[in-house]
């Protein structure tokens, strides 16, 4: 994982960084869905941490650099904005009401290996009734995010995984989405590195990033 400073210095060019898609009097709608909360903590770190709150503290993050750094040029919404428990229904269902541009999914990763490091983004798996244009557009989003992670803040990259979760299978059709692993808690780095104030808005830069890019509009 980079340095802090290599974080800042990327931070800082994208101040000046153009968004390609925006729309005339029409911002994107981008629907983050922070995993867990209330009595599902998910992943508990071996440091301690929840995934609850580390993936809600992401999702707020992309919120406030959507407006301070970007100007509210994304119109997101999330699926929770507190630590209350969502079912998976009711998060897909958002997703259906709103018809975003975009869905992504916010997880922590965890495993039995306490070596396991690393991102992994997952896809809808195909099936006959998938659109086969939105799986495309999912799949290049998750090309993407794992390529920022990779470049910008030095991740292991684990690469893209097809899936069945409920929150992709219930909304392929409706928009491009992808369900986001970040780091292991299991493993003692990547769980201490997640924890930081900077490693936060890191992660939720790369989603921005992720989201503005060419290849998805």
């Given at each position: 994982m980079k340095p802090y400073w290599i974080i800042c210095l990327w931070t800082g060019i994208t101040l000046v960084y153009t968004p390609?898609?925006?729309?005339?009097?029409?911002?994107?709608?981008?629907?983050?869905?922070?995993?867990?909360?209330?009595?599902?903590?998910?992943?508990?770190?071996?440091?301690?941490?929840?995934?609850?709150?580390?993936?809600?503290?992401?999702?707020?993050?992309?919120?406030?650099?959507?407006?301070?750094?970007f100007g509210n040029r994304l119109d997101i919404y999330l699926t929770r904005y507190r630590d209350t428990l969502i079912s998976l229904n009711d998060r897909t269902r958002l997703v259906k009401v709103l018809k975003p541009d975009v869905f992504i999914s916010i997880h922590c990763n965890q495993a039995e290996r306490k070596a396991a490091q690393g991102i992994e983004v997952y896809v809808q798996q195909p099936k006959s009734n998938t659109n086969s244009y939105l799986r495309s557009r999912s799949k290049t989003l998750a090309?993407?995010?794992?390529?920022?992670?990779?470049?910008?803040?030095?991740?292991?990259?684990?690469?893209?995984?097809?899936?069945?979760?409920?929150?992709?299978?219930?909304?392929?059709?409706?928009?491009?989405?992808?369900?986001?692993?970040?780091?292991?808690?299991?493993?003692?780095?990547?769980?201490?590195?997640?924890?930081?104030?900077?490693?936060?808005?890191?992660?939720?830069?790369?989603?921005?990033?992720?989201?503005?890019?060419?290849?998805?509009?």
């Open positions: 390609l898609y925006a729309q005339e009097n029409k911002r994107p709608i981008i629907v983050l869905d922070p995993g867990h909360g209330g009595v599902d903590s998910g992943a508990i770190g071996v440091n301690g941490i929840m995934e609850k709150d580390i993936v809600l503290e992401v999702a707020m993050e992309a919120i406030r650099l959507n407006r301070e750094l090309e993407v995010i794992l390529s920022e992670f990779d470049q910008a803040l030095g991740f292991k990259i684990r690469g893209m995984k097809y899936s069945n979760f409920q929150v992709l299978r219930e909304t392929q059709n409706i928009c491009p989405g992808v369900l986001l692993e970040l780091g292991f808690l299991s493993n003692w780095e990547e769980a201490e590195h997640s924890w930081r104030k900077e490693s936060v808005r890191g992660y939720g830069m790369v989603i921005l990033q992720g989201i503005m890019a060419k290849e998805n509009y």
